[in-house]
């Protein structure tokens, strides 16, 4: 079953429009923690921001935000005043600790974002 | 600060020959992490290490790949021999310990078996 799922393949959005790229997650285990990557056309994969599951407050990074809704299973990025770079790949990707040891990531599809002039 | 270099960035060659890609990680990170991205299966984790030590290599597809980490600075992915279906982007990464750490990734290297 997929753990991490993005529907949105693509997005369009005008510079300086707010965009939301949407997540949702499957985990039963009470501790995990959300990432939200972006992968430019260059290639490189940069991470933009993290939520924990027993954080209180939804996580802010300059313009990134999180709408983080624990009972819905949701971990929207939220772009604000969009600039003509953050045209990208954007991933969101989820730790679960396992058992024991550390826990890796499991990534979603991605979402296209073009932000058009 | 130095991010994660990986080398080569890109490489072409022939199905049958050994491909090495190397990395080196974030100095001071005790986890290193090696993916495969592709269009028809996204990014994979292959391999992780922690304080050099091999932790999960489940990811890993064939007998083919090979991994090591001889010290913290250094790590190499090893494809030997490589075919056709082993074209994609692999990336290497680093994280300082586990839980809320992010992973920081290199550059990637585009990987061409003709």
């Known amino acids: 079953a997929q753990k991490i799922t993005q529907t949105q393949p693509g997005m369009f959005v005008q510079e300086k429009e707010a965009v939301t790229l949407d997540c949702t997650y499957d985990t039963s285990d009470p501790s995990y923690g959300l990432f939200w990557y972006k992968q430019p056309s260059s290639g490189e994969m940069i991470f933009l921001i993290y939520?924990?599951?027993?954080?209180?407050q939804n996580a802010t990074e300059g313009r990134y935000s999180l709408n983080f809704q624990k009972a819905r299973k949701s971990a929207n990025l939220v772009i604000s005043a969009s600039q003509l770079g953050d045209s990208a790949m954007y991933f969101c990707a989820m730790r679960e600790p396992p058992g024991s040891g550390y826990s890796t990531l499991t990534f979603g599809k991605g979402t296209m974002l073009l932000v058009s002039p | 600060d130095a991010g994660v270099i990986q080398s080569p960035r890109h490489e072409v060659t022939e199905m049958g020959q050994e491909v090495t890609l190397r990395c080196k990680p974030i100095?001071?990170?005790?986890?290193l992490f090696w993916y495969r991205q592709t269009m028809m299966r996204g990014l994979e984790l292959l391999i992780y290490?922690?304080?050099?030590?091999?932790?999960?290599d489940s990811g890993m597809p064939e007998d083919r790949f090979s991994a090591k980490m001889p010290n913290a600075s250094f790590s190499t992915l090893k494809i030997q021999p490589s075919e056709p279906r082993d074209s994609a982007v692999y990336f290497c990464?680093?994280?300082f310990g586990g839980g809320n750490q992010p992973q920081h990734f290199g550059d990637g290297t585009r990987l061409s078996i003709l």
């Open positions: 290490f922690n304080n050099n030590v091999p932790i999960d």
């Open positions: 100095s001071g990170h005790d986890y």
């Open positions: 990464a680093s994280s």
């Open positions: 939520q924990g599951s027993y954080d209180q």
